[in-house]
């Protein structure tokens, strides 16, 4: 029989996104019966609230998930990799929102806008994708479904806090400052993991996780990769330029697109984005409406605005598009998992 | 004959490019004989120095270009087309940093490095291009040269300067807002001349200039329009996505072309780009080498970097330029283009 509350496990509880998955789980509602917060070591023994309930983060070991049903994980690769089998081996379904089993050809990649179904197929790990993926490929799906996909081209506008709440203090620390006549110091971006470190305050940096051997960066091989397996678009051409922007949370991106079928109007295709599940359009020149972060964040959706016809190719088209990089890029989009989980009766069967 | 120094007036002295063009003729020593800074009538009695002596800013009338040789306009689009024709009138060459002739078909267009016997077509005024514009010319003439262009998508990370020192005040005030968890007001950007005012600080907006009927902002069509008219290439596609960020100087682009010619590889596109004028090559990923506006403001290069195959097309190229909008996106190309007069014979002949 299908049980109506769950044994939650939250795994990298007090990061950026871990604080962001408890607000989502309480506003959303969702079924819990015991709720564990899990971290390292280090970030052990202190208190977060849910429902107004104090509850002391607990370091996360191969036992904590003994009678867990739902485990999110949001703690690094490392700690999926060493943990999340150990959770599936204890009869938890995994929701893992980190890189380390994305492409595992096993292990189902789910942005439930697109491919819910793949959930099906699951074996323990589900993985959630990277924030800037997810925003683009619900957007995308619309498209693809009406009038086919051939190639996409994204530039990302990203925020520091998908770098961590680390990354949120330094660029604050040197926003202050520069502000102040004073040096910036540079510790954390553009990437914890490399060499050299740069200034983000007042500044662009085309760097997003570290370089692959093709000149792409890990993030950017992330969104082509990931887009193709969760569309099942192994053909689809994708490229990405992938940038971290002095902005705290919300990503954005400008998208170019050509799709099979040429000669969709703008209005069609604003139609069809309107009344698709996910999006909100905000696409309104005239009265200046167009997605940005600070009226994004905070909110579940993804904001679709700036729709036009390339000048040139009858089956090309602009796009501008914002959405929450630690809700639905993140801890929404894993919350949404676990509701299409409980949907599809998979979770504690 | 030629004479060897020349009376020069700068129009629109006291603003942001103004203040650069003051010392961009200061720093390549420009052969001035006399000097006239102009203004509109609320800026005029400020003091400026020019190489250690101070001048005062007079109103800029029809007669103040009575035995001006060079005029470089940079007061908006309005004060160029009242005045420019009174200083073309009396004899002086009007190299103007507006809209507001750029696509005249009887004024030249240019950047020294793509076009510039252009300037032999002049017929008094010579128009310098928008910023954005500049910087992308730049970095593709050397491949139209080489491999042909057949496409260009450019995604822009626009400085705040772009709007003027009001817009860097705004800009740094909202931050410090922000920083002190107060509210942001906005009342320039993203467009002085627009209806609505948004937050620039921690913000990314799709917005710069106003709509046109077509979706495109001005600035937009600018890139556009301003591209093929400069590389004389009336069929180029162009498309462009332009975005105001929080950042005090300095233009980045994420751009992806389409070659005529397939196969080039990235190496000879380096080494290309490495030796043709006006660029500085910045990319070795390995020692996260890329241009960055903190390494670029200040220099009148353009700085390329991050270049790459696209990995579906053949033709297919990505890069990322950055330059300092004030510097090569405005007052070093409008000094360029009087050092070419100058070498051209052009100039009070």
Chains 1, 2 share one sequence.
């Not at 179904?117 to 800037?132: F, K, M, R, T, V």
């Not at 697109?257 to 359009?281: F, M, R």
């Not at 005239?286 to 579940?300: E, R, S």
Request: glycine fraction near 6%; charged fraction near 20%.
């Amino acid at each position: 029989m299908q049980r109506s509350t769950y044994n939650v496990a939250v795994v990298g509880a007090t990061g950026a996104v871990g604080q962001q998955m408890l607000k989502t789980l309480e506003s959303r509602d969702f079924p819990i019966d015991q709720l564990k917060l899990l971290s390292s070591k280090r970030s052990a023994g202190k208190k977060l609230y849910y429902k107004g309930q104090e509850y002391t983060v607990e370091e996360a070991t191969p036992e904590s998930f003994e009678h867990v049903h739902l485990a999110l994980f949001s703690a690094g690769g490392s700690v999926s990799k060493l943990l999340a089998s150990e959770a599936v081996k204890r009869g938890a379904i995994v929701v893992d929102n980190t890189s380390a089993f994305r492409m595992d050809p096993h292990v189902p990649l789910v942005v439930p806008e697109v491919n819910e179904s793949d959930l099906n197929e699951h074996n323990g790990i589900i993985a959630n994708p990277n924030c800037s993926t997810i925003q683009m490929v619900v957007a995308l799906e619309p498209i693809r479904q009406q009038y086919g996909l051939k190639k996409v081209v994204v530039s990302t506008y990203q925020a520091v806090s998908g770098a961590g709440l680390e990354a949120i203090d330094e660029m604050k620390e040197q926003t202050q400052a520069i502000l102040n006549g004073e040096q910036a110091k540079a510790e954390i971006l553009p990437c914890s993991g490399d060499k050299k470190h740069y200034q983000i305050a007042f500044n662009a940096i085309p760097q997003i996780d570290l370089f692959q051997e093709n000149g792409y960066t890990f993030e950017e091989m992330k969104m082509i990769n990931e887009t193709k397996k969760i569309m099942h678009m192994s053909d689809l051409e994708v490229a990405a330029t992938c940038v971290r922007l002095p902005i705290e949370t919300g990503h954005s991106e400008s998208v170019y697109i050509e799709t099979n079928k040429s000669g969709a109007t703008v209005q069609e295709i604003k139609d069809l984005l309107s009344s698709s599940p996910g999006i909100t359009l905000q696409d309104d020149p005239d009265q200046q409406v167009y997605p940005m972060v600070t009226t994004a964040v905070g909110k579940n959706d993804v904001f679709v605005g700036r729709i036009r016809r390339d000048l040139d190719r009858e089956n090309g088209y602009h796009m501008w598009v914002v959405s929450d990089n630690l809700l639905k890029g993140a801890a929404w989009n894993s919350v949404q998992i676990a509701e299409s989980l409980v949907k599809l009766n998979l979770l504690a069967k």
